[in-house]
């Protein structure tokens, strides 16, 4: 699975967007979007961390109600799977799905508390390689480290922008993992993958 250092980058630009009416104004506003969103949720963990380290699973409802419903995690689930997707039922799918969300989730929530001041730099949004579509670009900055570049690709489908990929230093998120579930299905089936899933959000319970 992904190294945690790259998802404490993903962890550090991984925010939401909204939709401003046309894509010029989507573009010219979404940088500062993320910015703010950004901002205000390090203000808040830096001013809940003494709580969040006494209680570290508080940090997996402040995953879950900010930065979640930005996400479409039935596609980023979907492109994980690649060809494997149309084999599941449908509640294989949707077992897949909410396992997979709380893999994220998780990780995220945890490589968010080994923030400790990273420069964030953003750059200009710019038009995705289809319609409705963007990508966020960013670059992480650590002192002695070359810069980090990280693009977030997101669709508008009418109900407001949402991330379906992350691209850190050129890797993608959804290809990442991509070659692990095609592994893992491939040795122990759709079920199989569904019950690794469930033991990986079991164990990283606190």
């Known amino acids: 699975m992904m190294k945690r250092r790259h998802f404490l980058i993903f962890a550090l630009c991984l925010l939401p967007l909204a939709w401003s009416g046309n894509l010029l104004a989507a573009q010219d506003e979404a940088t500062d979007l993320v910015k703010r969103t950004a901002e205000r949720m390090l203000k808040t963990l830096e001013a809940r961390r003494g709580e969040?380290?006494?209680?570290?699973?508080?940090?997996y409802g402040m995953v879950e109600s900010t930065v979640a419903p930005h996400f479409d995690f039935e596609r980023i689930t979907q492109?994980?799977?690649?060809?494997?997707?149309?084999?599941a039922t449908p509640a294989q799918q949707r077992q897949l799905v909410n396992g997979f969300k709380q893999v994220?989730?998780?990780?995220?929530?945890r490589s968010l508390l080994s923030y400790s001041g990273e420069e964030i730099r953003y750059l200009p949004?710019?038009?995705g390689s289809r319609p409705s579509t963007v990508?966020?670009?960013?670059?992480?900055?650590?002192?002695?480290?070359?810069?980090?570049?990280?693009?977030?690709?997101?669709?508008?489908?009418?109900?407001g922008w949402k991330v379906y990929d992350v691209v850190i230093n050129n890797a993608s998120l959804v290809g990442n993992y991509r070659s692990n579930f095609a592994n893992e299905i491939r040795q122990v089936g759709i079920d199989g993958l569904v019950a690794k899933l469930g033991d990986m959000n079991t164990q990283g319970r606190d």
Do not use: C, F
Request: aromatic fraction near 6%; proline fraction near 10%; avoid cysteine.
């Open 125 to 127: 949004v710019k038009p």
């Open 52 to 59: 969040v380290e006494r209680n570290p699973s508080l940090i």
């Open 135 to 159: 990508t966020v670009s960013t670059e992480v900055r650590e002192p002695g480290a070359a810069p980090i570049p990280v693009d977030y690709r997101m669709h508008n489908s009418g109900g």
């Open 79 to 87: 492109g994980a799977l690649g060809q494997s997707w149309r084999q």
């Open 104 to 109: 994220l989730i998780r990780t995220y929530a």
